[in-house]
């Protein structure tokens, strides 16, 4: 009897290809943020990273332009619905929305009836599960916004590790999440902004798998001088007194576009009505200014375009055993042109050099001798079945010392 083997109905769609009119590249946040897009902002802790994302959001749903004080009339766009969700000082949103209203001139009696339609918090104070990478949380998180809000243009997640029950340094675990931000954005046709932390203050990248790095549309790096390890351990020595937070957007990749230049950010300090102390401060108000100059941040250095070198940012100072290294090699250095000063550059047996550094163990002594013999360009070292000895290069009239204050 023969079976019937026809494969089902396929119910895939097929994309219809119009290259007459390509369609435009449509902006969220202009040059910054491009509709039904996947985008993720990372920075170090404590670098205004819900600040830049909560001014994103509420200038979206006000309709109006980003990271400025007071938007002209003529460039206001229809306001559209935001949905933030929130699980890192959730108490403290009520304060830092009411402190961007009163920064804009906004009436919070105003603001709050708008904001009740466009700007939509999910209640995670009853720790609400909400795992995108998990199939029933993430579509109980989709009908519940088909629910109150049918077509969303921005849905923030702050932050990710929050929002993933797997292992954000796992490659399988981290495409399930960006399989489930996918979900997100194709069902309710919104752009997904993900707030990330990056790694140790060294290193200048997000933290877990680079997956994510390479799915999303849009990645944006924020910036702060005042937290690189030298900046940290200048302050805590006294040497600065810049109160200011000044932060940069660095857009990493822009799949679609070509990427702009930094965007210069102050955070300004609201306070709360009547006060004028820092101490009692509603929250802070991200502001695009021009660049300062470059003499202000001696960690920034720039490229000939203009965008900052992150390596130099995050420079390091080198290793507590490579600056041990470096000294027993000028010591070494300066007892080689010592001795040769006295006996008239005449070789050196390698038994003397042992026996005047008796403490420092004897591989770790020929090593030096080997690297500088290799590398300094001022000894030699010549064996002569069991002899060793070290003598000074013929084109070196004395060894320059002063090259080995840095050599790493």
């Given at each position: 009897?023969?079976?019937?083997?026809?494969?089902?109905?396929?119910?895939?769609?097929?994309?219809?290809?119009?290259?007459?009119?390509?369609?435009?590249?449509?902006?969220?946040?202009?040059?910054?943020?491009?509709?039904?897009?996947?985008?993720?902002?990372?920075?170090?802790?404590?670098?205004?990273?819900?600040?830049?994302?909560?001014?994103?959001?509420?200038?979206?749903?006000?309709?109006?332009?980003?990271?400025?004080?007071?938007?002209?009339?003529?460039?206001?766009?229809?306001?559209?619905?935001?949905?933030?969700?929130?699980?890192?000082?959730?108490?403290?949103?009520?304060?830092?929305?009411?402190?961007?209203?009163?920064?804009?001139?906004?009436?919070?009696?105003?603001?709050?009836?708008?904001?009740?339609?466009?700007?939509?918090?999910?209640?995670?104070?009853?720790?609400?599960?909400?795992?995108?990478?998990?199939?029933?949380?993430?579509?109980?998180?989709?009908?519940?916004?088909?629910?109150?809000?049918?077509?969303?243009?921005?849905?923030?997640?702050?932050?990710?590790?929050?929002?993933?029950?797997?292992?954000?340094?796992?490659?399988?675990?981290?495409?399930?999440?960006?399989?489930?931000?996918?979900?997100?954005?194709?069902?309710?046709?919104?752009?997904?902004?993900?707030?990330?932390?990056?790694?140790?203050?060294?290193?200048?990248?997000e933290r877990g798998s680079s997956?994510?790095?390479?799915?999303?549309?849009?990645?944006?790096?924020?910036?702060?001088?005042?937290?690189?390890?030298?900046?940290?351990?200048?302050?805590?020595?006294?040497?600065?007194?810049?109160?200011?937070?000044?932060?940069?957007?660095?857009?990493?990749?822009?799949?679609?576009?070509?990427?702009?230049?930094?965007?210069?950010?102050?955070?300004?300090?609201?306070?709360?009505?009547?006060?004028?102390?820092?101490?009692?401060?509603?929250?802070?108000?991200?502001?695009?200014?021009?660049?300062?100059?470059?003499?202000?941040?001696?960690?920034?250095?720039?490229?000939?375009?203009?965008?900052?070198?992150?390596?130099?940012?995050?420079?390091?100072?080198?290793?507590?055993?490579?600056?041990?290294?470096?000294?027993?090699?000028?010591?070494?250095?300066?007892?080689l042109s010592t001795a040769w000063?006295?006996?008239?550059?005449?070789?050196?047996?390698?038994?003397?050099?042992?026996?005047?550094?008796?403490?420092?163990?004897?591989?770790?002594?020929?090593?030096?001798?080997?690297?500088?013999?290799?590398?300094?360009?001022?000894?030699?070292?010549?064996?002569?079945?069991?002899?060793?000895?070290?003598?000074?290069?013929?084109?070196?009239?004395?060894?320059?010392?002063?090259?080995?204050?840095?050599?790493?």
């Amino acid at each position: 009897m023969d079976t019937d083997i026809t494969p089902p109905h396929s119910a895939m769609k097929w994309v219809t290809l119009d290259l007459h009119e390509p369609p435009a590249t449509c902006w969220l946040v202009e040059n910054l943020i491009p509709e039904q897009a996947l985008v993720c902002l990372y920075g170090a802790p404590n670098t205004g990273k819900t600040f830049i994302a909560l001014d994103i959001g509420l200038s979206v749903a006000f309709g109006q332009q980003a990271f400025t004080e007071v938007s002209p009339e003529n460039e206001k766009v229809p306001p559209r619905p935001v949905v933030f969700v929130l699980r890192e000082a959730l108490h403290n949103i009520h304060r830092r929305i009411a402190a961007w209203c009163d920064f804009h001139g906004i009436p919070r009696e105003t603001a709050q009836k708008h904001l009740a339609e466009t700007f939509l918090i999910p209640d995670t104070s009853d720790d609400a599960d909400i795992r995108i990478d998990r199939m029933r949380s993430r579509r109980k998180l989709i009908t519940a916004i088909k629910q109150r809000c049918p077509n969303p243009a921005l849905i923030v997640l702050d932050p990710l590790v929050d929002m993933m029950d797997g292992d954000e340094n796992s490659a399988r675990d981290m495409s399930r999440f960006v399989n489930g931000l996918n979900e997100l954005r194709t069902q309710l046709g919104a752009c997904v902004l993900v707030i990330h932390h990056q790694g140790k203050y060294w290193r200048p990248i997000e933290r877990g798998s680079s997956v994510l790095q390479a799915a999303v549309d849009t990645h944006i790096h924020l910036l702060d001088p005042s937290k690189t390890t030298r900046a940290r351990k200048k302050a805590s020595s006294g040497g600065t007194d810049d109160l200011q937070q000044k932060i940069e957007l660095d857009i990493h990749k822009q799949r679609d576009a070509a990427r702009a230049p930094n965007i210069h950010i102050e955070l300004r300090t609201v306070p709360e009505r009547g006060s004028t102390t820092a101490a009692q401060a509603l929250g802070k108000v991200p502001v695009r200014i021009q660049p300062s100059d470059e003499s202000t941040h001696p960690e920034i250095q720039r490229t000939s375009n203009g965008r900052t070198t992150v390596r130099a940012l995050y420079e390091r100072k080198p290793s507590p055993r490579k600056q041990q290294e470096a000294k027993r090699r000028q010591d070494i250095l300066a007892f080689l042109s010592t001795a040769w000063s006295t006996k008239g550059d005449a070789p050196i047996l390698r038994q003397e050099i042992e026996a005047y550094f008796s403490q420092t163990p004897r591989t770790t002594l020929h090593r030096d001798l080997e690297f500088l013999a290799k590398d300094s360009n001022a000894i030699k070292i010549e064996k002569s079945g069991k002899k060793v000895t070290v003598k000074r290069k013929e084109a070196q009239c004395e060894i320059a010392q002063q090259d080995w204050d840095n050599p790493f």
